[in-house]
């Protein structure tokens, strides 16, 4: 005990780092939302119905390079976004994907929580991942 009262600070921040960092893979394993690679998500890009590809970055990031077709739509506008993201998607799956995960994670939540119809993915390792993986990015 004698511990915890001593290093109690360093303790809360680290809980406090490691919620932040867990929070979008968190919240989506708990809303049932699934997780995709980079690989999927190229697969799909390529195939007959391709998913509606949404960056949650800011526009900085976005305009720094994102995968090919992404519409942009930065976190904090995507529940006021839900009508124009249904439109744009129609029938077909929504991809979501930021920097790393995190935020296309939670932006998948609110989707999620929106009930729409379309399946809804997030892309694990987000635009990092894809670019590590040799995909080609526009800017």
């Known amino acids: 005990m004698t511990f915890v009262k001593e290093n109690w600070p360093w303790i809360a921040a680290f809980a406090l780092i490691a919620f932040i960092l867990l929070k979008g893979p968190i919240s989506t394993a708990m809303a049932g939302i699934k ?3 980079v690989n999927d998500l190229n697969a799909m890009m390529s ?9 949650v970055r800011t526009p900085a990031e976005y305009n720094a390079g994102h995968a090919p077709k992404a519409v942009l739509i930065p976190l904090s506008e995507v529940e006021r976004a839900i009508p124009r993201i249904q439109k744009l998607a129609g029938e077909r799956p929504i991809a979501l994907i930021c920097r ?12 999620s929580g929106a009930k729409l119809t379309n399946e809804i993915v997030n892309v694990g390792g987000g635009t990092m991942a894809w ?8 800017r």
């Open 100 to 111: 790393s995960g995190n935020r296309s994670g939670q932006a998948a939540v609110i989707l």
């Open 35 to 37: 997780t995709i690679s």
């Open 131 to 138: 670019q590590s993986a040799g995909y080609a990015v526009e």
């Open 47 to 55: 195939s007959d119905q391709p998913p509606l590809l949404i960056d």
